[in-house]
């Protein structure tokens, strides 16, 4: 990936990743299968501009946008259960994740349900790897689930109270926030869903596990794209990301990015981040 350069005061010019095939077969990407070929998706980098939503966080919204900054203040508690996080303690661990999770939509919805946790800690990102705790940032623009992928993963997950949950509004959302420190390399890139052709623009991708399929999309480049990012974000700013929205009538997803800011000081340590992803169901 080339370089980026700083465009004043604080918005980037950067290369992304995008979407671009190889060979004829329908993207995939196998996770932990072995004797298989990763997966079949080439990069496309394109130069963009990263504007920084800094001073502006209040413009964006979730329905809006796809995506929306929120604070939240560690108090002693929240401190223990990233700790938790950092350090194995499950049960304290995932305490953290259920509260995270509420943050999605403020606490307004009747039932959170998480559906995974990923902690980033390396300087660059390997999905190969079993652990999640020891991935790097992606730098390949995308959206965790597709529309039906979604859907299928509420069936795996909620079992008989799934079909009733259906019924009502149902969004995933991805609850991101630095840990320890705040981001000085490799910060997180959102697309606005209003720049996004979703015809034309999201590829699925078939990811295969030995036990199951998923499947996200990747993002093929649209000049029209417009792009966002918070300088210096730190542990007590999250940022809400859309990945899926039953509803129709306003944003359903954002495709994200991390990506090369090299206005971040050269001695900073590498970027370590937290992301929860829930589903939120407004039950009538």
């Not at 939240?72 to 996080?85: E, I, N, P, W």
């Not at 953290?96 to 990102?125: F, W, Y």
């Not at 480049?221 to 999250?238: D, G, R």
């Not at 859309?242 to 509803?247: A, N």
């Amino acid at each position: 990936m080339a370089t980026a350069a700083v465009i004043p005061p604080l918005d980037v010019s950067a290369d992304l990743n995008y979407y671009k095939p190889i060979g004829d077969e329908p993207p995939f990407r196998y996770i932990n299968v072995a004797g298989q070929a990763s997966h079949n998706l080439g990069d496309d980098p394109r130069p963009v501009i990263v504007h920084d939503a800094r001073g502006n966080e209040s413009a964006f919204s979730l329905d809006m946008n796809g995506f929306q900054f929120a604070r939240h203040r560690k108090s002693s508690s929240t401190r223990k259960r990233s700790a938790g996080v950092l350090h194995g303690d499950r049960r304290t661990a995932e305490e953290g994740d259920r509260r995270q999770a509420r943050v999605s939509d403020g606490g307004m919805a009747s039932k959170h349900t998480v559906l995974n946790r990923i902690v980033r800690r390396r300087p660059e990102s390997d999905a190969s790897l079993p652990n999640r705790e020891q991935r790097g940032p992606v730098e390949r623009v995308h959206i965790d689930q597709t529309y039906d992928a979604s859907v299928r993963r509420v069936r795996q997950l909620l079992g008989a109270d799934a079909e009733r949950l259906l019924q009502s509004r149902v969004r995933l959302i991805n609850v991101w926030r630095p840990i320890g420190h705040p981001v000085a390399h490799k910060p997180l890139a959102l697309g606005d869903w209003r720049t996004l052709d979703g015809e034309a623009d999201l590829v699925p991708v078939r990811y295969i596990y030995p036990d199951r399929i998923g499947a996200t999309f990747s993002v093929r480049y649209n000049p029209n794209h417009k792009w966002y990012y918070l300088s210096n974000q730190t542990p007590e700013e999250v940022t809400l990301i859309k990945c899926y929205d039953s509803e129709t009538d306003r944003a359903r997803l954002t495709p994200h990015t991390a990506f090369v800011d090299v206005s971040g000081p050269k001695n900073a340590p590498h970027r370590e981040s937290i992301e929860i992803r829930a589903f939120v169901f407004d039950e009538e």
